[in-house]
């Protein structure tokens, strides 16, 4: 979901990585659309385990705009710094008339501005936070039109043994951990729309009106403040306006970019996840929400889980997501994925006895506290602990906002119900 404008404009993104040669597969329009990375890997030298990733995006296929662009985009920054044990992974998905610029723009920015921040290594999180907002400053002062346009980013930043996923907007990170027999699905961000309790009483304090198209078009009582959840109401879900305009029709709380939307509570705050890595978290997955709009987490890391190569999951997987947007609309979205395994981490270099278990809060809210980065580790029930007491936020009210314990994934709405409507597309 992103606004009723729609993501505008068939030229693939220039992913901030140096690309091979790239074996291509068509779509049904006979535009080349598949772009695939091989695979690759990085030692992490301070615990001595590997990471092994490989990505993919394929451009949406859209009958009435044949020639329009791939707003995804994606950025794999290795050895961060020069640091051998930070890496970055990003995912971003433009939005608007000009969300192949703000894509790009926020791809090729926001890593130099978290590689600069002063704080990285000391506080990742403030660094993340800090980085987020000077992207966004910068993409306002640029050339590029955001007026209108925008873009979500999930990313995920590897320190050492811990890493940290700071997202904006409805794409997705999720990691998977082996229980037993079983390997299961846990979120790492929170799709941030106004679906979230939480989201809808922020933007609403900031002046937007929250409404479904149906809504606003006058076929559904506006005064009903209510529409479920994603899975039943996925095909008209509330959206941001002005007060007194049809416009921005934004279906997420927060993205880079979107000026006019920032004015009524669309911010580029960043919600922040941190989790110490242990032996059983297999690998992690990044992606767009072109492959979260059928698939849910728990059966995008079951097919991960069926390949040994992340390349032959990242084509499963686009494949698949791929084959249920036609099933359920006559387009399909951009479809960007990030796999990363995780190799030879082992018991006696995780430091299993205290962990960060994930903890996804306000920014703000972490301020003042201990980093959660260092020799000192915070535990998950410490930071709630904090939290409660010093700022009143009910935790709550996010319904992933905060996991003390490693648990299945929240299940993402259905193919049956979840469906866009067309005529308000990305």
């Not at 030298?45 to 394929?58: C, D, G, I, M």
Request: aromatic fraction near 8%; charged fraction near 25%.
């Amino acid at each position: 979901m992103g606004c009723v404008h729609g993501k505008c404009c068939g030229r693939h993104p220039k992913p901030s990585i140096e690309d091979p040669a790239e074996p291509r597969m068509a779509d049904p329009s006979g535009k080349h659309a598949l772009t695939e990375r091989s695979i690759e890997w990085v030692r992490v030298p301070s615990h001595n385990f590997r990471l092994e990733y490989s990505v993919l995006t394929q451009r949406g296929y859209y009958p009435d705009s044949p020639d329009k662009e791939n707003q995804d985009s994606f950025c794999i920054r290795t050895n961060l710094r020069g640091d051998p044990s930070i890496h970055f992974f990003g995912v971003f998905d433009g939005h608007g008339q000009f969300g192949t610029q703000c894509s790009n723009f926020v791809r090729d920015r926001l890593v130099e501005a978290l590689s600069e921040e002063p704080s990285l290594l000391d506080d990742p999180i403030k660094a993340y936070n800090s980085a987020f907002l000077r992207t966004n400053q910068e993409l306002h002062d640029s050339e590029v039109d955001d007026t209108m346009s925008g873009t979500t980013a999930i990313t995920v930043l590897v320190v050492e043994d811990k890493i940290f996923v700071a997202n904006v907007g409805d794409s997705r990170a999720v990691i998977a951990v082996q229980v037993g027999e079983d390997v299961l699905a846990e979120d790492l961000s929170c799709d941030q729309t106004p679906f979230r309790r939480d989201e809808y009483e922020r933007v609403k304090a900031c002046g937007a009106r929250v409404l479904s198209v149906d809504q606003v078009e006058g076929l559904k009582d506006p005064d009903v403040q209510s529409w479920g959840d994603e899975e039943s109401q996925g095909n008209d879900p509330p959206r941001l306006w002005v007060q007194n305009g049809m416009y921005p029709g934004t279906a997420f709380t927060r993205s880079i970019g979107d000026s006019i939307a920032e004015k009524i509570g669309v911010v580029s705050h960043p919600e922040v996840s941190v989790v110490h890595l242990k032996p059983d978290h297999l690998f992690f997955v990044v992606a767009s929400d072109g492959v979260f709009e059928f698939l849910s987490s728990q059966a995008v890391v079951d097919m991960v889980a069926d390949y040994s190569d992340p390349r032959d999951a990242c084509a499963a997987i686009t494949g698949e997501s791929y084959k249920l947007w036609l099933e359920n609309e006559n387009r399909t979205d951009d479809i960007t994925i990030i796999i990363v395994h995780i190799k030879d981490l082992s018991h006696a270099d995780a430091h299993s006895a205290e962990v960060v278990n994930r903890v996804n809060v306000r920014p703000t809210i972490l301020k003042g506290l201990k980093s959660s980065f260092g020799s000192s580790i915070t535990s998950g029930s410490e930071i709630f602990r904090s939290l409660r007491s010093s700022d009143g936020y009910d935790l709550h009210s996010c319904p992933c906002s905060i996991s003390m314990n490693w648990s299945p994934a929240i299940v993402a709405p259905s193919p049956t119900h979840h469906q866009v409507l067309q005529s308000v597309s990305k």
